[in-house]
């Protein structure tokens, strides 16, 4: 977040002051859905700086009734390996989910990354890296202000307790990095909104959870001239405790998904241009299904084979850097769904959608 | 050592024998098992106990739970199960309605996509509804099939339930030919005669819920349903017959009011405070309708219900017997009817069968609303009726209509 109105005492105290803003318009949408062709995206104001050159902060606000607090947190620097970070800020799980949603290569995130990943949350963190970055790591504790699901209002979520760690490697212009995150849950219906929302497909599939959230992740970068590689393995497995028709456990339900995707810096320099033009392709999954497909499968709220359902996507995008404020979007996507039990009574065909985004950031 | 090997051999291949002729008995059962009225049969459900604690506590709702059904060691899993019923809704002794296919397009168990387990709730005696739809059965007029079933939820009895066929797509393909036809389930809202309604297709649509091409629109389902009630009211006596014969299949209509009035029904299509308790069925090829029969709790109401005057209030049948020839229709059908009933007692003989198969089973319902002691006296009624009703129908036929 450079280049921003700045406040400095000295080289004691330093306070930037940031604005960013995201408008969406979107160009075609085969879904038939009908709705707001333009859309804000995000509008924040906040301050970030440095105090007494070891304690680093942010505060930022989204200007929006929802959820207007978005990072508030101190980071003090004890040593370049060991950092403290406490506040409200992102669960270090996921690289596309802790890189600024105005920093992304696409307009939106991949869907496996915004229905697996948590977001903010309030706790602590330790975190700290190696000699040249060669190594990174990152620990925390956080409490859950929302269960990530719908409860039924049965067991206490005032102490869901959230735990997550991150460690990367980065051998020469690749990085590496593996991530998880272990949460209790308590029992009621497993929230599968994201993208599955969009489509409307779930809306209306209810799985009974109970038990323990555990989340795993795998990702990868490697960046060479012009072009940058990245991806994620994603997995989210939901303890079913007690959740049979007669009272027994069932298998786990599991989220799982991932991406790869490529861009290629055609104009502008290949690190920290100014002004640039990119293209971009993503391949992306995300699929629901039980851990033990061995029954028929179903779409009871208590069924041991969850019928699996996977969404298939793939976007073609374009990103201008009109200047070092002012990014515009493009991104085509295609979305696809996979009932491979056959067993849902609608599933809507593939279809294209267009969307451009204008960006302003400071 | 050698009879200790043979023993062991001998005890395996019995063990073999026992799987195989268990698994190609489990396999061979269809819904002609299920639904056979011979046996008393035994259904288990299970159900989170959390779940069952909630469909007892909102028995008025008709929120599905999922359920995993067995019945003659045949195992249905991720069935949805709801409270159903009118009347005889209750959070003791829930009447529930168990879906196969709630989640899964495909779901099925033994063929049938539902079973209806009726409570019995209004029905003191318990077998009415059973011998009822026997009848029906017997005279020829398509109704449900049904059996008796004691049923035990996670392993605790919770009383003694009729298993009923449900009126669905599968039931029209198995009695009339045709699955592909619209099927609507009558909602009774008061007294109707089938009156005309007016033009208003909303007035139709409210009276009749569809149970089959729901999807369809208001008016490729409700128009064809206006223009039998206009014919039914306004059609000219002397083309009375093809009017509404284009509409209806009179002759299964009457046919299945006679075999109402023979049972003595009191709430039937023929009822005292108009119609109920039928499905409206229309072909998909000939577009006409048929009345189907459903919930025969009030039947065997009483011996000496009327019979002349039942037809008379309902404009379909009052209209009818103004024809001479549906008249002699009608005519001949109670004949048939009291026959049917008394050949070789076969209705008080029923009702007798009936009770001597649940006796036992709803002596040891204690979810049922009622003592022993008045279920005992209520089959004492019903096998009274079943043994004068016939005779009595007969009479008031003769006097009707004359003749023999």
């Given amino acids: 977040m450079g280049n921003s109105p700045s406040l400095r005492l000295g080289d004691q105290v330093r306070v930037d002051l940031h604005a960013r803003i995201q408008a969406d318009v979107s160009v075609q949408d085969e879904s038939g859905v009908e709705g707001d062709r333009f859309a804000w995206g995000n509008r924040r104001v906040g301050v970030s700086g440095v105090l007494f050159k070891r304690v680093e902060f942010q505060i930022e606000r989204e200007l929006s009734v929802e959820e207007p607090w978005r990072d508030v947190f101190a980071d003090v620097r004890v040593h370049r390996a060991l950092r403290i970070r406490a506040g409200h800020f992102k669960v270090p799980f996921s690289m596309e989910r802790t890189t600024s949603a105005f920093d992304l290569d696409f307009i939106g995130r991949a869907a496996s990354v915004t229905d697996i990943s948590p977001g903010r949350e309030t706790g602590i963190m330790l975190h700290g890296r190696g000699p040249r970055r060669f190594f990174e790591y990152e620990f925390g504790v956080f409490r859950l202000a929302e269960p990530q699901m719908n409860p039924f209002g049965i067991g206490s979520t005032a102490d869901l307790m959230l735990t997550a760690g991150r460690v990367a490697v980065t051998p020469g212009t690749a990085s590496i990095g593996i991530a998880f995150t272990e949460s209790r849950l308590p ?35 490697w960046r060479t001239g012009r072009l940058t590689l990245k991806g994620e393995l994603l997995r989210q497995a939901d303890s079913r405790e007690g959740e049979s028709a007669s009272n027994r456990d069932l298998s786990d339900l599991i989220v799982d998904g991932g991406y790869i995707s490529g861009l290629w810096r055609v104009v502008g320099s290949p690190r920290r241009a100014r002004r640039a033009v990119d293209l971009t392709v993503r391949i992306e999954n995300l699929g629901v299904h039980s851990a033990d497909q061995s029954d ?41 769904f996979v009932d491979e039990a056959g067993i849902r009574p609608e599933i809507p065909e593939a279809r294209w959608r267009s969307l451009m985004r204008l960006q302003f950031a400071m | ?118 409570n019995m709730l209004q029905d003191k005696s318990m077998i009415r509804e059973r ?67 007016g033009d208003d297709l909303d007035r139709y649509r409210s009276l009749f819920e569809p149970r089959a091409r729901e999807y369809d629109s208001v008016f490729n389902l409700y128009d ?176 009707q209509f004359g003749g023999r």
């Fill in chain 2, 224 to 399: 064809p349903v206006r223009e039998l009630f206009r014919a039914i009211n306004d059609a000219p006596a002397e083309s009375f017959r093809d009017d509404v014969g284009r509409h209806l299949d009179l002759a299964a209509t009457l046919r299945f009011a006679a075999a109402d009035v023979l049972l003595a029904e009191a709430d039937g299509i023929l009822g005292f405070v108009g119609m109920n308790n039928f499905y409206l069925h229309r072909h998909s090829t000939t577009q006409r309708h048929q009345l189907l029969p459903w919930d025969k709790d009030y039947a065997l109401f009483q011996w000496n219900y009327p019979v002349v005057e039942a037809t008379s209030a309902n404009i379909l049948t009052r209209r009818a017997l103004e024809d001479p020839e549906l008249r002699s229709l009608y005519a001949g059908f109670l004949v048939e009817a009291v026959a049917s009933a008394t050949e070789a007692g076969w209705l008080e003989h029923e009702a007798q069968r009936a009770y001597e198969q649940i006796r036992d089973a709803a002596l040891a319902d204690t979810l049922k609303p009622y003592t022993n002691e008045e279920f005992e006296a209520e089959v004492a009624v019903v096998i009274d009726l079943a043994r004068r009703r016939p005779a009595f129908v007969l009479d008031e036929a003769r006097r």
């Fill in chain 1, 187 to 221: 029992e009621g219906f497993h929230d599968l909104s994201g993208h599955f929302d969009d489509g409307g497909l779930l809306s209306s599939e209810d799985f009974y959870v109970n038990g323990r959230r555990r989340r795993i992740g795998i990702e990868g970068r």
């Fill in chain 2, 1 to 118: 050592m050698c009879d200790r090997i043979s023993n062991r051999v001998i005890r395996v291949a019995s063990l073999l024998a026992i799987l195989l002729l268990g698994a190609g008995a489990a396999s061979a059962q269809t819904a002609a098992n299920l639904f056979d009225d011979s046996v008393l049969h035994t259904l288990q459900i299970a159900i989170h106990s959390r779940d069952w604690d909630q469909l007892r506590a909102s028995y008025l709702e008709s929120d599905y739970y999922p359920a995993d059904v067995t019945w003659n060691g045949i195992r249905a899993t991720n069935a949805g199960v709801r409270s159903r019923g009118s009347g005889s809704r209750s959070g003791f002794k829930p009447g529930l309605k168990i879906d196969f296919a709630r989640y899964s397009a495909r779901g099925q168990f033994l063929g049938l996509r539902a079973l209806v387990l009726d």
């Fill in chain 2, 131 to 197: 011998v009822a739809m026997a009848f029906l059965r017997r005279f020829g007029v398509p109704a449900s099939r049904e059996a008796f079933a004691r049923v035990f939820v996670n392993g605790q009895y919770a009383g003694l339930y009729a298993m009923v066929e449900e009126v669905d797509t599968q039931f029209a393909q198995r009695t009339l030919g045709d699955a592909n036809g619209a099927l609507f389930e009558y909602r009774y809202q008061g007294p109707y005669y089938g009156e005309y309604l």
């Fill in chain 1, 296 to 336: 028929p499968p179903s779409l009871s709220p208590r069924a041991e084979n969850i019928a699996p359902l996977r969404q298939r996507a793939l976007t073609f995008g374009a990103n201008w850097l009109v200047t070092r404020w002012v990014k515009v979007q493009f991104n085509a996507i295609r979305e696809s």
